[in-house]
């Protein structure tokens, strides 16, 4: 008796947690709001889309350092070169040489910053072109709520209820519809 007693309990609470689950699934589902929220980081960390810029940004970068080490390394024996001539050449002709080098080293720091700066911009915009990907998906699922307003979730300092976020949703949606963001060829 004291077995089913207990088995009766257990499969009452699972009942009632599973109504509870799914309560709160409908109740999400059906939600109207005025506004919602959304978690912009995750959508550019998380959706294909996304991830491909990331991969691109790291793949430039990665380019980059393998291109600075291979410039420093050409300067470095430069640098030897010029220090082993110290000795040899005249003093004058030296500090000409010195000089010459200093400034092709400020230059090449220059172009290796520009580079550098290029890439950063180039991240934004395509970061910036996401978001306008994305806008059209996160507006359908805004209007699916009754949504007039679509708020980054850095910008909300509270929110009674998850079920207004619709973060996972977009990541989904723009997944769905946009892959990885480059157009499929034909």
């Known amino acids: 008796m004291r077995i089913f007693l207990q088995i009766l309990a257990f499969v009452l609470c699972a009942s009632t947690w599973q109504t509870a689950i799914a309560q ?18 995750r959508v550019l960390r998380e959706t294909q889309y996304g991830q491909r810029l990331e ?18 390394d050409e300067l470095a024996q430069k640098e030897r070169e010029i220090r082993d001539q110290r000795s040899v050449v005249p003093a004058e002709d030296f500090r000409k040489l010195a000089a010459e080098f200093d400034n092709q080293v400020g230059r090449i720091r220059e172009e290796r910053i ?7 911009e180039m991240r934004n915009s395509e970061q910036d072109a ?15 709520f009754g949504a007039a307003i679509v708020l980054d979730r850095r910008n909300v300092f509270l929110t009674m209820t ?14 769905t519809k946009l892959g990885d963001g480059v157009a499929p060829s034909e």
């Open 55 to 72: 991969q691109d940004m790291a793949d430039a970068f990665g380019l980059l350092e393998i291109e600075n080490r291979a410039v420093e």
């Open 162 to 175: 998850d079920a207004i976020d619709i973060t996972d949703l977009a990541i989904s949606a723009m997944d």
């Open 24 to 41: 709160e699934v409908q109740q999400s589902q059906s939600i109207r709001s005025p506004v919602v929220v959304i978690d912009m980081n």
């Open 114 to 120: 520009a580079r550098n700066r290029e890439i950063v």
């Open 130 to 144: 996401l978001v306008r990907a994305a806008a059209p998906v996160i507006a359908e699922i805004a209007a699916q």
